[in-house]
């Protein structure tokens, strides 16, 4: 149980801050009110421009003042007001009684400094201790966060750590001091969700035993789900609603919280008709990719990034391929687009073995298979008009500039944009409306075989759903085989039919979404479910 | 780390071997007839021919390549036309000077750069950023004898207090003499080098200043001071040292040049009297020389990385 | 209007229908481009006009010797009487045309071999191996043999400072080749079909002009100052062309007599160099922010 003492620790009251001029609106954030308690966990929750980071890097004072300036409200830490604070008195808070944790942990210690050190660094600020004493209480403060081996980890350095023993230290360094409150800033956005898990519960257990309020941004209502105490919602720089964990996620009021809520997708798969077994689109076997050479002075380091990828994808069906980073499934893609070329095994698309093919035999068969990348804002040429990059595929199979043209106006129409549009530059669209782009230029080929390489990971939420659903629709209209590579397990729930789950190069388990997904059978698929943050919550529809 | 030491001491035999054969090349694929050239305006054809004779130009290229390649291993940078002294010889002759010219100018170039590079960072936007940039663009902008004139003019014909030209060696006049004659030579030819390092210091603290570790740093309530000199240093440093060691190009250009301008008895000045001598195989081997001694140091700085970055170490 | 369209409207972040400010605009703002650029148009008019304007330089005029500026001869006269004004005008036209015959040459070869080193794997290692030992040759020492080799005229000046500008540019076009091929737009066009011909032109080499616009720039003012050097050290451009580096090594010898033969050339050179570099840094500022860090 948590118990909320009286005095918060953190208490916003209409806290605004301008934006330099230029930009997009006024404000960064505008009228912020919200409070935190001892003990209490509260999440700030939404997409991106929301204004959340701001909030966060303002409490901390991180900004400097002279590009985003705080111009009304207060920020109190345990009823003292931040704004009036000079720098000065900012630093000696800064690590003592406020503490963060950021999003990226690899690039968050400094590579050249042990990560004992960046720990003790703290206590070097702001406490008078020997240095014996200090290292003493850095490496307690190593075993309370679950590191192993802390005395020898001390000497390492970060580039020897692995990303969720990175962001431990993070925590460990947050914590070290005691500080009542402690923000993290999308902490667990970067971590595999295995990693996630444990880093999650992690903050939950010394939140619990320190008393420590803690500032959590997400933009992962799963996240939410797992861990708020209550939750507050942000859009555009204001808060729109704030509420009680299960208020917000069963019961929001606003209708951007409705929205957004209703957009997150449900681990559930739907129950979906068996399908007649339709012509087989595409199909690799025995797909094998190995990076790497036994060096002639080094013991080489071969990376199996694929091995013995058997698959199989059917006219008018969506196969996913689930799995963390490095687990391969991007390599798959890859191979089968021939974006890189196999090591060994089979790639037949149309009946053909594409997998050795040479460029210039291969060229005809690119038509057939089409792929959408994840990152919207380089998948886009931004020299060229988003016309010129959609006419550019079907141009080179022999359509003139007229027809292509014209196939292009009418696929910007299917993917929900204005066909004037054709005459704008990638960076005149906003980052669904570049995956929208994206999609079209793909459809423009007519292909039979369509590959979402992570193509909505990129996006909010809100904007994922949306595209989620365009990606769903152009399937059943040119019936086509789309082949859905992801590490979100929510999504895949919903998109796919069947689903393949890779673990290290290795198909792991394979099946219909809903039978894996209600009977998990290999430990690393059920290990993958249970990390699912938010699984057991029902989310408002 | 052993392993990336072995890889980078083997990584510069390709160097060295282009540099050899390039040479190699530029005498015998050089427009019209080197030999002629060299000879001069007023060469009798034995005169060329002698020439032809001497640089080994008539036989097969594949016996010149032995040649060469035996020379080079046993370590002979080849012999002087006219004097028919060997290279090594004359470099060991005038190296001193050169020597401790490059090092005066080393040292007083990254006290001063360095520490202006990072102040310019530190405080970036403010005057002394701007004149740092100013400085830089205008060092790299004169010409290194142009300079040296100037400070002949300004100090030693105006002011009188520093002498026009000359070198004296440290071991026969003393440390101070030495000094008050290397003055002017080092503040000459350190001005481009300054700019330069002064310049790519900035950049590289600056960018390292918007690391996110330095960001932690700050919400670790370090102060700005610290964290430029615990944290954005040390990672400059890598690249910092980097630039010193590209910079030794420069340096040894403007090393000719400089002790032309003050008359200094170094290798610098060999290259020119080789020149005006047309002694080709002084000038090439003094091409050799330089190079070898350019690859070297960039080596020892490659492996200096080991010291400064655990990445490499472990 | 289908469900999508409605959807993309929603979902529609206010980007604006702003258009670009055009790119002359933007480089007109910047004051170093205007300021450095005025400059230089500057010089460029007058050497090219200035020849019709002046005394001849090669008058010879035994009697005027070393005089200083004065009214009659504003930059005053050399050792053999001959108006140093006018010979700085002259050497100016020598200093542009070497500086711009470099800078073009220098990064057309470099642009090839760039191109080739990123996209075709063998000869990536042989070329970047031989710029690396070309680079490790101080420059001016691989000029003066090159010139000492092939005899000095104003091609082979050009030539001997091009050779070692080149390794500088290939890395340049190199690193842009090699960041350009992993971007996602690349890879769609491959899976598109687009053959590599067309892929070189409409994908990699448009986001090489800007770079390499800017290190135009930096090798005209580089060249400038090696060609003046090499004159210096009469291992340049022969003497009967009044060049600045030629000018004021001759200047050498009065020195202390008459500084300003070395002087007056130097200036301009100085200060001709230095507009070339701030029009560098002014454009590299205005093109792409982003290069800033590579150069």
Known sequence: MNEISDTPVLEIKGLSVLLPDGADREFAIEEVSFSIGRSEIVCIVGESGSGKSVTAFTVMGLIPKKDLVPVAGEILLHGENLLGKSDRQMRRLRGKKMGMVFQEPMTALNPVIKVGDQIAEILEIHANMSASARKKRVIETMEDVSLPEPVKMYNSYPHQLSGGQRQRIMIAMALVLEPGLLIADEPTTALDVTTQAEVLELIRDIQARHGTGVMFITHDFGVVADIADRVVVMQNGKVVEQGTRDEILSAPSHPYTKMLIGSVPSLTPPVRPIPEVAETALEAKALNKTYGRVGFFEKGRLVKAAQNVELILRRGETLGVVGESGSGKSTVARCVVRLIDPTSGDINVAGTNIAQMAESELRAYRQKIQIVFQDPYRSLNPRRTVGQSIVEGPMNFGLSGTEAQSRAENLMRIVGLAPEALTRFPHQFSGGQRQRICIARALAMEPRVLIADEAVSALDVSVQAQVLRLLQDVRERYDLAMLFITHDLRVAAQICDRIMVMQRGVVVEEGRTSEVYANPQHPYTRSLLNAAPGRETNFAR | ?314 | MTDHAQDAIMADAVLSEHEDPSLLAGMLNNRAIFWGGGLLILFALIAAIGPFLTLDPTELNPIKRLKSPSAEAWFGSDFLGRDIFSRVIYGARVSLVVGIAVALISVGIGLILGLVAGYVRVLDAVIMRTMDGLMSIPAILLAIALISLSGATLGTVILAIVIPEVPRVVRLVRAVVLTVREEPYVEAAIAAGTRLPLILKRHILPNTIAPLIVQATYVCASAMLTESILGFLGAGIPPEIPSWGNIMSEGRTYFQISPWIIFFPGIGLALTVLAVNIVGDGLRDTLDPRIARKI
Not at chain 2, 64 to 89: E, H, N
Not at chain 2, 189 to 201: D, E, G, K, P, Q
Not at chain 2, 206 to 222: F, H, N, S
């Open chain 2, 1 to 314: 780390m052993y392993l990336y030491i072995l890889k980078r001491v083997l990584s510069t035999i390709p160097v060295v071997v282009i540099v050899v054969l390039f040479v190699f090349l530029m005498l015998r694929l050089a427009p019209g007839d080197p030999a002629a050239v060299i000879a001069g305006d007023y060469a009798t054809a034995e005169d060329v021919e002698r020439i032809r004779e001497q640089l080994g130009l008539n036989d097969a290229i594949p016996v010149q390549m032995y040649r060469w390649i035996a020379q080079l291993g046993s370590g002979d940078l080849g012999t002087a036309i006219f004097s028919k002294l060997p290279v090594t010889t004359l470099i060991g002759q005038r190296l001193e000077p050169t020597l401790l010219l490059s090092l005066t100018t080393i040292v007083f170039t990254v006290l001063i750069a360095v520490p202006l590079g990072t102040l310019a960072a530190y405080k970036a936007g403010s005057w002394i950023d701007r004149f740092v940039m100013l400085f830089s663009v205008a060092g790299f902008s004169v010409p290194v004898f142009v300079l040296g004139y100037i400070l002949i003019y300004v100090l030693a014909m105006q002011l009188q207090i520093l002498p026009v030209q000359g070198y004296k060696s440290p071991f026969e006049h003393g440390f101070w003499v030495f000094l008050r004659h290397m003055v002017l030579p080092t503040m000459t030819l350190s001005v481009i080098y300054i700019a330069l390092i002064a310049r790519m210091t900035r950049a590289s603290v600056q960018e390292i200043l918007q690391e996110d570790y330095v960001r932690t740093a700050r919400a670790k309530g370090q102060s700005e001071f610290k964290i430029l000199m615990r944290h954005a240093l040390r990672n400059a440093a890598v690249p910092i040292v980097t630039v010193i060691g590209l910079g030794i190009a420069l340096m040894i250009g403007g090393v000719v040049v400089t002790e032309s301008v003050y008359n200094i008895p170094g290798l610098g000045r060999l290259v020119l009297d080789a020149v005006l001598a047309r002694d080709y195989p002084v000038i090439q081997g003094l091409i050799l020389f330089f190079s070898f001694v350019y690859i070297l140091i960039n080596l020892l700085i490659d492996l200096s990385y080991t010291f400064f970055d655990p990445r490499i170490r472990y």
